[in-house]
């Protein structure tokens, strides 16, 4: 048999693969690439999240063509830039999985090059939200309340995402960050979390506040006891299983709204809210913008500038309701006076 037959049949076997399992093919491709393992945990968890949804539309990566690879992105509530990771994975799979087509047949070749591209009209910059120091205190009261008489996944889980909602409030990460922490990022001896990144250059530190640290020791222990495989700092499940950001979200809900939280606010506490809140907090204590950015992972000052300047109008705007408050309840009483003084001896 002609060699190029038999290289023929081997891509072709291998294509059958990823049609058939593209979870399994793709761990089976990542094993050969040289990622780090934080990186490889993040793309595993966006390839899943991608599989997912061609299950939903019933596409797979034979049939799957460039508006559906489009529309996929374009309904992530993500940012821009976060849209782009995905697209360069997909394209980069597709690029394997099709290596012996034309290029051209990748149909998520073309989008990340379109300028207007519906999926571009993602938001810059999540929306600049905080807890006030209410829900705050609140929030990290019931961190610590007892957790009560569960089960032992049920325990482990609950103790698992009290340290995640820790880490958001207390140490600024992202979810993609959260979901690839190893129980290695957290320093034991210091109040350290570091953040890994594919790009040595954008590896950092953040400044865990001390409730935090405090979380995150119960929560290392818990996981010890419980006995979880692998290195993930927050596993999805008992086997190790990575974190996606659904979960994370409903992990989050979950926490607010038990922390009694959840139902006085009229936008939602997402994980975008805690980080802000754990910015509000240092710019409260006096630190600078520019070390806030640093911990936030922010690339330019400005972005440290921009999310100083929200925070300041922020609290302008809860003093100013606050004072109300108090003006209103003031006039209360004042009523309630004047009404007992002319009422009936």
């Given amino acids: 048999m002609p060699l190029n037959a038999r290289t023929d049949d081997i891509f072709e076997r291998e294509r059958a693969s990823w049609y058939a399992d593209p979870v399994s093919a793709f761990d089976a491709w990542m094993a050969g690439q040289a990622f780090k393992a934080s990186s490889a945990n993040v793309y595993r968890a966006q390839w899943g999240l991608f599989v997912e949804w061609l299950d939903v539309k019933r596409v797979n990566l034979k049939t799957v063509d460039r508006p559906a690879i489009e529309q996929f992105v374009t309904q992530l509530d993500i940012r821009k830039p976060q849209r782009v990771r995905y697209l360069r994975l997909i394209e980069r799979v597709l690029d394997h999985v099709r290596q012996i087509e034309l290029a051209s047949t990748n149909p998520a070749r073309f989008i990340a090059q379109d300028g207007e591209a519906p999926w571009r ?168 913008p520019e070390q806030v950015g640093q911990w936030l992972g922010f690339q330019q000052d400005i972005s440290a500038h921009r999310l100083h300047r929200a925070w300041e109008r922020w609290k302008g705007e809860e003093i100013r309701e606050r004072d109300l408050a108090h003006a209103k309840h003031d006039a209360s009483l004042a009523d309630e006076r004047s009404a007992g003084k002319s009422g009936p001896e």
């Fill in 121 to 288: 009209d993602a938001r810059e910059n999540e929306p600049t939200g905080f807890l006030s120091h209410n829900e705050r205190a609140a929030l990290v009261a019931y961190l610590f309340s007892p957790i009560g008489d569960l089960s032992a996944g049920q325990r482990w889980r609950e103790s698992r995402d009290r340290a995640l909602v820790g880490v958001f409030l207390g140490g600024g990460v992202k979810t993609g960050e959260a979901a690839a922490l190893t129980v290695s990022s957290f320093d034991w001896n210091q109040p350290w979390l570091t953040i890994e990144a594919s790009n040595s250059a954008l590896i950092r530190q953040t400044r865990l506040a001390p409730f935090a640290v405090a979380l995150l020791d119960q929560w290392i222990s818990e996981r010890k006891t419980a006995g979880l495989p692998g290195d993930l700092l927050f596993p999805s499940t008992a086997s190790g299983r990575i974190m996606h950001k659904a979960t994370m979200l409903r992990s989050i809900d979950a926490v607010t709204l038990a922390a009694g939280i959840a139902d006085s606010r009229v936008a939602r506490a997402s994980p975008q809210t805690l980080r802000n809140t754990f910015a509000a907090d240092r710019f409260e204590s006096g630190t600078v």
